[in-house]
């Protein structure tokens, strides 16, 4: 990060659930700015955790595995023993995801060009012709349905583990209470999810202040999303990754 940056005076919400927050904390630290911890989304086990037992039962017959997000790294790879049989070709959602994968042994074999979303990853060399080939995606309890459509309309056999469930947290006070409120001004989400959550947890009073605090999102879908529910400052990050979000920060702070 340039050192003429800096975000002294910033408050930050830093929405993501807790355990995957603290790199990002950090690094608005280091810059000067106050990290407002609040976890907007919690990741809980499935709902049915024997059927994601079963999914995975014949694992090493696929053809290409693709993990969505890093719970899906570190809770799919708990299913598996933090292992991977078979020799399927390895794919990710996001560079977070690609590094977890690293750092559990399992590099991609088919990267994206340009972005670390779903599109990219569509546009991939070796799913072009994936006709009859059979893809395992690893994902959360309900996720976006457009990665595994396009794979079925290309011809592949698509099935999900879904090993990990997505939940609102419970906010014991008002958000007004919360010792942060008078310090915040920038909010970061990197799902529409936590979007949503956000305003439930804020109710109609604090929501009133949230749509008019800058709201920094990591995709275009996040953004139209935002604007839609009534966000009045959306600023879009290139990326979910910390260094994309740092180096938008820092740039949108630059250009006050």
Do not use: W
């Given at each position: 990060m340039n050192d003429r940056y800096n975000l002294?005076?910033?408050?930050?919400?830093?929405?993501?659930?807790?355990?995957?927050?603290?790199?990002?904390?950090?690094?608005?630290?280091e810059l000067g700015g106050e990290p407002l911890k609040f976890p907007a989304l919690e990741i809980a086990p499935p709902v049915?955790?024997?059927?994601?037992r079963g999914?995975?039962?014949?694992?090493?017959?696929?053809?290409?595995?693709?993990?969505?997000?890093?719970?899906?790294?570190?809770?799919?790879?708990?299913?598996?023993?933090?292992?991977?049989?078979?020799?399927?070709?390895?794919?990710?959602?996001?560079?977070?995801?690609a590094r977890a994968l690293a750092e559990h042994g399992f590099p991609l074999t088919i990267v994206p060009e340009h972005h670390f979303d779903s599109e990219a990853?569509?546009?991939?060399?070796?799913?072009q012709s994936v006709s009859g080939q059979r893809i395992l995606i690893f994902r959360g309890e309900g996720g976006r349905a457009f990665l595994g459509d396009s794979l079925r309309a290309r011809g592949a056999s698509v099935e999900y583990a879904e090993v990990y469930r997505r939940v609102c947290p419970e906010l014991a006070v008002k958000v007004e209470q919360l010792p942060w409120w008078s310090d915040l001004k920038l909010v970061t989400a990197t799902s529409g999810e936590i979007i949503d959550n956000l305003l439930a947890l804020f109710g109609s009073s604090g929501s009133e202040r949230l749509l008019t605090l800058p709201l920094l999102v990591v995709s275009e879908r996040m953004r139209?999303?935002?604007?839609?529910?009534?966000?009045?400052?959306?600023?879009?990050?290139?990326?979910?990754d910390d260094d994309s979000i740092m180096e938008t920060l820092c740039r949108w702070m630059d250009s006050r």
């Open positions: 002294r005076g910033l408050g930050i919400l830093v929405t993501r659930p807790k355990d995957q927050a603290g790199s990002l904390c950090r690094m608005i630290e049915d955790p024997g059927k994601v999914a995975l039962n014949n694992v090493a017959s696929y053809d290409i595995l693709i993990f969505i997000s890093v719970n899906a790294v570190t809770r799919g790879l708990g299913y598996l023993d933090n292992r991977l049989p078979g020799k399927a070709k390895i794919a990710a959602i996001g560079r977070a995801t990853l569509l546009e991939a060399r070796e799913l139209d999303h935002a604007r839609a529910l009534g966000f009045q400052q959306v600023i879009l990050a290139e990326g979910p």
